[in-house]
């Protein structure tokens, strides 16, 4: 199953399952509070083992460390020798307390911090800029002009706002590539509130992050008391409260899971990737060289529809 998908309408194919490279800023800014940092050779594995296992892309952003999580990206890359044409990059500018201007005057040091290895798809990463998104949108469609950046995508945009931006790029030629938006089995709010119908409508990607809920759909805090209480403090209150509701969902993953010699956590992105036909596609995180392989091999193996169904009628609590 490791067939490439459109990006949305653009010519740039991706593999159902990339890898987020949050964790790549640990050790750095507010980031040092959520993740540990990672040695940089411990960064080569995991981004060497993911292009192992035929994941061709990867999702990282500037406030990811200020930057540093892109210059991981790019040492790996070049310490593993893959060439700029190999690899799908894609990245995100920081609308806070910014105007749509700061989108020009940002851009080459985005590229600064890519190293030579260049912007296939530049996200809006909140819609929270001083400007309108009509003025957001116009200047992220200026750097395709430039030819700074390849496509456009939005993340943590409603559908009113998925909507908006799509209409500002139609008018300068462009289509809107992705909306990149927390989604999970244990939280499947986009089919209810209009994010993934509209996305669907106007043909765009589905970029699902937090796609395991922080290791809860791993199954591993329901086995073990001791890997609750090694959670990060921020962790704790929100895997207590999801324990025992998604119980049931943990042990369907595992019985389907047996049919594939696949974890829980294979099975919940493999649903993910494939319930909603090539619509979305996963950015799951890795700290480990292992987590990274084990994400790729998501893409080995397809669930039925009997399975796929079987699934969702067990999550469906977490629609609401």
Excluded at 201 to 207: A, K, N, R, T, V
Excluded at 253 to 259: F, S
Aim: hydrophobic residues 40%; positive net charge; proline residues 3%.
């Amino acid at each position: 199953m490791k067939t490439k998908r459109q990006l949305g309408q653009t010519d740039i194919a991706v593999t159902p399952i990339g890898l987020g490279l949050m964790q790549f800023a640990g050790g750095s800014g507010f980031l040092k509070f959520m993740f540990r940092q990672i040695p940089e050779n411990k960064m080569i594995q995991i981004v060497n083992v993911a292009l192992s296992g035929g994941i061709n892309w990867f999702d990282t952003a500037e406030i990811y460390g200020n930057g540093s999580s892109e210059k991981s990206l790019a040492s790996a890359l070049k310490a593993i020798g893959k060439p700029r044409s190999d690899v799908v990059i894609a990245t995100k500018w920081r609308p806070f307390l910014r105007t749509a201007s700061n989108i020009k005057k940002t851009i080459d040091t985005r590229l600064h911090c890519l190293d030579g290895y260049g912007i296939d798809l530049y996200q809006v990463h909140f819609p929270y800029s001083l400007s309108s998104i009509k003025e957001v949108l116009n200047q992220m469609a200026g750097l395709v002009t430039e030819g700074k950046i390849k496509s456009i995508g939005v993340s943590n945009y409603s559908a009113k706002q998925m909507h908006q931006s799509n209409e500002v790029l139609l008018e300068r030629g462009l289509p809107l590539a992705s909306n990149q938006v927390h989604y999970s089995l244990l939280n499947r709010k986009i089919e209810k509130n209009g994010i993934l119908e509209t996305a669907k409508e106007l043909g765009i990607s589905i970029i699902a992050y937090s796609p395991l809920e922080s290791g809860l759909l791993t199954g591993k805090f329901h086995d073990s008391t001791d890997s609750f209480a090694n959670a990060p403090f921020f962790r704790k209150a929100r895997l207590k409260s999801q324990l025992e509701k998604s119980a049931e969902l943990i042990q369907k993953l595992r019985e389907i899971g047996q049919n594939y010699n696949a974890t829980p956590a294979q099975v919940a992105l493999n649903w993910l990737i494939n319930f909603h036909g090539e619509t979305i596609v996963a950015i799951p995180g890795a700290s480990t060289a292992e987590q990274a392989q084990a994400n790729a091999a998501t893409m080995n193996f397809t669930l039925s529809p009997e399975e796929l169904a079987q699934i969702d009628k067990v999550s469906r609590k977490f629609l609401k």
